[in-house]
């Protein structure tokens, strides 16, 4: 079992920028690691995953703001967040997969707002 805790959240104003960082409890670097988010009364979508090669994959709403990294020695993987929009407003939540086995982190609120 891999416990996972995010953290980085909070309040910033529109076009402003945060760090979201998840620690694992354990050895990430053979997982898929994904950052989700699931804003009030919407299903959770999956923002940006990396792969145990170092592969990205993001959504088209956060294309070219949003940037995933992970840190193997340090068990942690991070989402850069830039010029973010009100719509980004959720709680984002970070994962690691591996076939079946699936981890998930309570969850970090970030809120977009002037």
């Known amino acids: 079992q891999v416990q996972l805790v995010e953290s980085g959240g909070g309040l910033v104003q529109p076009g402003g920028s945060l760090r979201l960082s998840c620690a694992a409890s354990g050895s990430i670097f053979r997982f898929y690691v994904g950052w989700h988010r699931q804003a009030s009364g919407k299903q959770r979508e999956l923002v940006a995953v990396t792969t145990s090669g170092g592969s990205t994959n993001y959504a088209e709403s956060v294309k070219g703001r949003f940037a995933i990294s992970r840190d193997n020695a340090k068990n942690t993987v991070y989402l850069q967040m830039n010029s973010l929009k009100p719509e980004d407003t959720a709680v984002y939540y970070c994962?690691?997969?591996?076939?079946?086995?699936?981890?998930w982190g309570q969850g970090t609120q970030v809120t977009v707002s002037s």
């Open positions: 994962s690691l997969s591996l076939g079946s086995i699936n981890y």
